[in-house]
């Protein structure tokens, strides 16, 4: 017998509806719970078999697309804490039964998220459909630059009062003296925090940034997003709550938390978490597993050689009509966005080409233009003409100098993050993709059917030749694989020939003939969660133009890089799906079956190469900033003070280098003493 996901669902509802009492139902409709509740509800569903084999067979054989799977065996310094044998992992998990279909659901999302790259990840949407909310936000800052050592420390966010109204009044009301878990927090905020559940704070943070955090390779990338800080979500400004305070499942009733409060007493506090439910509407098990677990037309791929004539194909991520490959993160919960209260929002007019994923400013002394670039991702177009209109603003008021700012930029377009280097600079990365053998037949079967780069990512004119000429559909640049020595260990692994991205045909936008600035008046800025089309937008600028890059927050003591992880295209699996769809090669051995719940199963399917070692991808090469600073008390939220604060640095010592200046930032501790690099 066929087993469909409609008897996937019978077969997990059936214990479910024969209970006296359904965990779903008694928090239907409810926008906030108790996370004891929430995940009652979620392991409520029974382990299943045919679930766990369909989904470890899917991921097995997505995994011979990961163009970094081999790196794991050895992962290079400063990296090796991402370490691990993922076949092994694989067989781990495929040995163990569960008690529950979120038991196994939550073994495979902490596999990928420990993996550490934010392009190959596992988000069960049965299983993240709540995120906990902690209403004393934690961030970590020192509390002025002229405090006698700078030392940080961590704090409940001196801002929480503004920020947790935000949420809105169900949030309140559920903190309230008559609510399911009161709480008054409003006393708590700017104390600093002694001691996180019996451990120092930091190293509480560790731990978090360890186990839970992902996407970043580096661990002091982690580290900071695991704290609280400012971001761009969508086209506003918002405050991230991090990682500690708004982890991705509702497995944690309360933090205990020792904090000293403003007066200097010392107060233990147990901080209730509270479910925030971000998931489609329900009323019981079976209608919350119908909306949120059961496979839906976009899970899968589709073969777009039937729907090309359809002007709306479902099961994609991206339009048909033309590739626009994509590289980004998905944050570790997908959270509210949260608005960045309004006394820390900038007060200085936003110039021209400020209304999409971009914010532009120009500091007092119209010197220094600021660029917010919060993501690559929105409106294609749109971002190459604020890009446009911006720096041409700041041109006309004789703007000498170019501050970007990345803060918790997750990526987005990798044609963008090329559109913004080639408008400032010059051209992108060396790639290739993994040669393995469905790949090569994939491309061997796009050839032989007249595919080309209007359906599918895997036809050669979605690339050119080290020479920058467009590869023709019918070249296969995938056979012969090209061998390749993986970081010394055992593995060999085969890769495609080496090519180059074709962004220039889309560009709506032509980028200058000459920069607009002067490179060396070209900085960036940000907490190194800088991911993805992000992350390779900034070793651009760094490796081939020494821009200069600092970075904030941090553990103490220990490195940031300035580029969280850096693959170079991702593909989500319904994308992959397709390209094996339309090359008409599904019946493969090899090919991955069909999945028979949703979920969002992604890899990072193409490296990008440095150029400081071709034979080293970004994503493995330890590049730290040339500074590091410390957050303070006014700039953990505020992108206008941060901004004004590097500009006074930027004055004083990056226009002269003056070692004198430098060293009294380093010996003050607003910068980070154990990353004092002077040139």
Known sequence: MVFTPRLAIAALLLPALVRAADPCAAIAGQPFVLPAKALACLKSFPFNETLKQNVLTNIARVFDFYTFEDFYLNSPPPFQESTTDI????????????????????????????????????????????????????????LSPSAKDGTQSVFIAPDTNTLIPLIGPAFASFLSPTGPSPFNFTHLAGSRVLSINGLDPYAYADVIAKTESGNFLDHGVRVNSVFGSYRITGTDFSQRFGDISGPAFPD?????????????????????????????PFTDSASFWEVNCAANSATNGVDLKASSSSSSVTGLTRPPTKRLPRASIIDTAPSNAIGLPSPFLPTLPPQPGSTGVIKSFILPGNKTGVMFVGSFEGDFVQFQTDTDSAIKVFQEAGVERLLIDLTNNGGGFVCLGQFLHQYLAGTGFQSTNRANPLAQKIVAADIALGLNNNLVFYTADNFAFLNNTQMPASHNYITPSVPFHVNGTRATDQTSQRFLDTCDEGFSVQPPATPPFDLGNVAIVSNGNCASTCAMFSTLMFERHQTKIAIFGGKPGEQVQYKGMAGNQVLEWADLDTEIKTAGVKSDPLAPPDLLTTLAHRHNWRIAWSFFNEENPIQYQSELPQFRFAYTNETYNNPQKLWLFVYVFYQTCWSIWAQVDLVFFCMSGIIEKSSCLIE
């Open 87 to 142: 076949r092994a992992d694989i067989a781990r998990i495929n040995a163990t039964t569960y008690a529950t279909d979120y038991d196994f659901n939550r073994a495979v999302y902490n596999f990928t998220t420990q993996l550490n790259d934010g392009h190959t990840r596992y988000f069960p949407n049965c299983y993240t459909t709540f995120q906990n909310l902690l209403p004393t936000p934690l961030v970590s800052f020192t």
């Open 252 to 280: 944690r009733d309360s933090l205990t938390l020792v904090v000293e409060l403003a007066g200097g007493e010392k107060e233990t506090v147990v901080v209730p978490y509270v479910a925030d439910y971000l998931g489609a």
